[in-house]
């Protein structure tokens, strides 16, 4: 079984899309579409006085991310045993959410049987 795995944060986002549950949930729900995972269950909490944290369990892992308004940034954490495509259009739909975001960190790993392979980007 292969198992794919991207890391990634976003860094100029606007603060108030950070900072809402509702974008996050949106986000999230954009991603397990694009994905075309399996939705199992949300969880979406924000935090006083600001960020939030979203998760999105799914048939083949999992979907995470976590906001620092007051920094501009989101960690995305999308992990498939599915297709190295289905994360990467995961990705790029949270993304879609967070247009002005500019990339910088990107890491995939693939993770096969006891074998891993990284490329940081």
Sequence with gaps: MKLFVLLAILTE???????SPDALRAALDAAVAAGLFTGLGTLVVPFSPQGVTACAVVGESHIALHTW??????????????????????????????PEGKLAVLEERVLDGGVISSVAR
């Design 13 to 19: 986002c606007r603060r108030d899309t950070l900072n």
């Design 69 to 98: 308004p007051e920094e501009g940034r989101i960690f995305i954490d999308v992990a498939s045993c599915s297709t190295k495509q289905s994360v990467e259009r995961a990705l790029d739909a949270i993304r879609a959410v967070f």
